[in-house]
């Protein structure tokens, strides 16, 4: 079928609502894609959004089955198990965001840097962000596109080999600008300066950039004294104010940031958003997160990038684990052989009850238990549970959205072994890439 045929079918299917036009648009070149949203009035593009995402909805349902029977194999465990098709479902959706906005897309990799999944991610991204030297390797020598690092302070010893793998590195403070800016820009790396926002409203004070005190970003007072002096050696300005937020928290820093800092913009080549977008949730509005880069890259005339972590690869990674016993005090406790301490530390540290497949919360269903790791640490709990049976010694128990800071974070607390990881593709073939030992654990130590 020729290009135009497909472009007239896909407007049909817009209009008609039909879920298969989600599946032929993203099938499209980009120059396709392209002629298809210039067709499409404002209606059909809130009607292809919305096709967008249940067809996604639907992949995601369906792969809770795919886990469950792949539970009752023979998979060895704790494992990691990550689903390529469901990271470039997400993928899907981040370019899909690109195609409306022409904005730049990078992977935060402190969230996931799982590289045997690059291959996938990489066709629809533009980059990764990167937190420090490790991290800007790791980009630029398995995403192999553009690495843009921030660090909250650089040490002497690491910057050269920082600017020599990255494209962008945004400075915190205008004394390391003035440190590093001009090595940076000798090598022909861009410069950006993080600012902070003004306003966030993330809940946990820990997870917050703008919290009082914070050290991440200059603040407004110090940068309407100092900018002036740095302009022609900055880039764009970067500002992080999310976690796991919806675009009507963005619209509200927008508003903040560009109170504070809008006449400082033009003449600059970026403006970075910042991570913490939920982009690939059911429930996150795209239409308005679209209007909003639109309306901002028309207002400044710049390029706007998002720092997407969590997104990436949300709903996309479970962790596999085997029943090792059940115990009895005042209820049941099934010690798994994974751990929340060592193996999901987030569950701890948030903290956070991680949903398990079949299971509902405490009460709800017949036989309650509470899930727990094998460690020595009395707290490693990752929470407690309702089933529609008993859980047996043996049984395996699926966690769901393992994927996004759990590989990242894991530790060898007790001299446990980190769990496999392995990633399915081909139609829900599993392809272990990585399994764990002591030696592992020895070179960790010294």
């Known amino acids: 079928m020729s290009t135009g045929k497909q472009i007239e079918e896909m407007i049909r299917a817009v209009a008609a609502k039909d879920i298969r036009a989600a599946g032929g648009y993203h099938a499209l070149s980009g120059g396709a894609r392209k002629k298809v949203l210039e067709a499409l009035d404002k209606n059909g593009l809130k009607a292809l959004t ?18 469950l029977d792949i539970a009752k194999g ?6 990691y198990l990550l689903d390529e098709t469901l990271i470039e479902e997400n993928m899907r959706i981040m370019r899909y965001v690109k195609d409306r906005t022409g904005c730049r897309v990078l992977h935060a990799l402190k969230a996931y840097a799982s590289f045997a999944t ?11 962000c990167a937190s420090g030297l490790n991290e800007a390797r790791l980009g630029r020598e398995e995403f192999k596109k553009e690495v843009h690092t921030f660090a909250a302070a650089y040490s002497e010893k690491e910057i050269g080999q920082i600017l020599r793998h990255s494209d962008v590195v945004i400075f915190n403070s205008f004394h390391q600008l003035r440190q590093y800016g001009p090595p940076a820009r000798a090598r022909g790396v861009e410069i950006g300066l993080r600012v902070n926002p003004g306003h966030s409203e993330v809940a946990a004070e820990m997870y917050n950039p703008c919290a009082p005190n914070s050290r991440l970003g200059v603040v407004y007072d110090v940068f309407k004294e100092e900018f ?7 880039d764009g300005l970067h500002f992080h104010a999310m976690c796991e937020q919806n675009s009507d928290v963005l619209e509200r820093v927008l508003r903040s940031f560009e109170k504070l800092y809008g006449q ?8 970075n958003f910042g991570g913490g977008h939920h982009i690939t949730r059911d429930d996150y509005d795209l239409e308005r997160l679209i209007r909003l880069i639109n309306a901002f890259k028309k207002r400044y005339g710049v390029q706007v990038y998002l720092e997407p972590g969590e997104a990436s690869v949300l709903n996309a990674g479970v962790l596999v684990s085997t029943v090792l016993d059940v115990v009895k005090n005042k209820m049941e406790i099934a010690i798994m052989d994974a751990s929340a301490e060592a193996h999901m530390p987030d569950v701890l540290i948030m903290p956070y009850r991680p949903h398990v497949l079949g299971s509902s919360q405490a009460g709800r269903k017949r036989y309650a238990y509470r899930l727990a790791g094998p460690s020595c640490l009395a707290g490693d709990v990752m929470g407690d549970y309702s089933f529609d049976r008993p859980l047996k010694r043996g049984d395996r128990l699926v966690f769901a959205d393992m994927a996004l800071y759990s ?3 894991n530790t060898t607390f007790n001299g446990m072994n980190l769990p ?5 593709r081909d139609g829900g073939r599993i392809y272990p890439v990585k399994r764990f030992g002591y030696r592992d654990y020895r070179n ?3």
Request: net charge positive.
């Open 50 to 67: 919305q096709l967008i995402k249940e067809s996604k909805r639907k992949s995601f349902k369906a792969a809770d089955k795919r886990f």
């Open 74 to 79: 023979d998979v060895a465990t704790p494992v």
């Open 118 to 128: 690059f291959p996938v991610m990489r066709r629809y991204l533009d980059g990764v």
């Open 228 to 234: 002036q002096a740095h302009r022609k050696i900055t």
């Open 264 to 271: 400082y913009i033009r003449g600059l080549k970026w403006v």
């Open 407 to 409: 590989i990242v974070k």
């Open 420 to 424: 496999d990881i392995a990633v399915m």
């Open 444 to 446: 960790r130590q010294s």
